[in-house]
């Protein structure tokens, strides 16, 4: 395997994993829930299929979008564990070692937990920090639509 091409190949496979399934069913939920007078509404107002749309849906689903924004963005900065353990314990020379799994080398083959222990608290605050500047500027932006 050539190092070059591991991170593109597990970037796929990550990009593959979270465009279906989950996110899916919590954007189906949400156009469940949006209440048909709206469009109704909309319809009696003389909007077409655009602007129902544009009015209507994507400002309904901002709620749903935010929430799989932020997590989407908590499970990129956490992830990739299964799958570096899995598929190439790390390698080739080391390019697939994501820091959860740099975290579990260090706790449990050197057994060096302190410092395993500050890493996770490091992922941790960068973890709150991103989410908060999400909540902050992103939950603003949504509201605005």
Do not use: C, H
């Not at 299929?49 to 979008?65: C, E, G, H, K, N």
Request: hydrophobic share 50%; net charge negative.
């Amino acid at each position: 395997i050539d190092k070059n091409w591991a991170k593109p190949a597990f970037i796929i496979m990550f990009v593959w994993a979270s465009a279906g399934g989950f996110n899916m069913i919590l954007y189906l939920a949400g156009l469940q829930n949006i209440p048909p007078e709206l469009y109704e509404a909309a319809e009696m107002d003389g909007a077409g299929w655009w602007a129902r749309l544009r009015y209507v849906t994507i400002p309904q689903l901002a709620p749903t979008t935010f929430f799989i924004f932020v997590t989407s963005v908590i499970g990129g900065l956490q992830g990739g564990f299964e799958a570096a353990y899995v598929m190439t314990q790390g390698g080739p020379e080391g390019s697939t070692t994501f820091v959860s799994y740099y975290i579990y080398l260090t706790a449990y083959e050197q057994l060096n937990i302190g410092y395993a222990a500050a890493i996770s608290m490091v992922l941790f605050a960068l973890i709150l920090v991103v989410t908060l500047i999400n909540w902050r500027f992103g939950g603003k932006r949504l509201e605005a639509s």
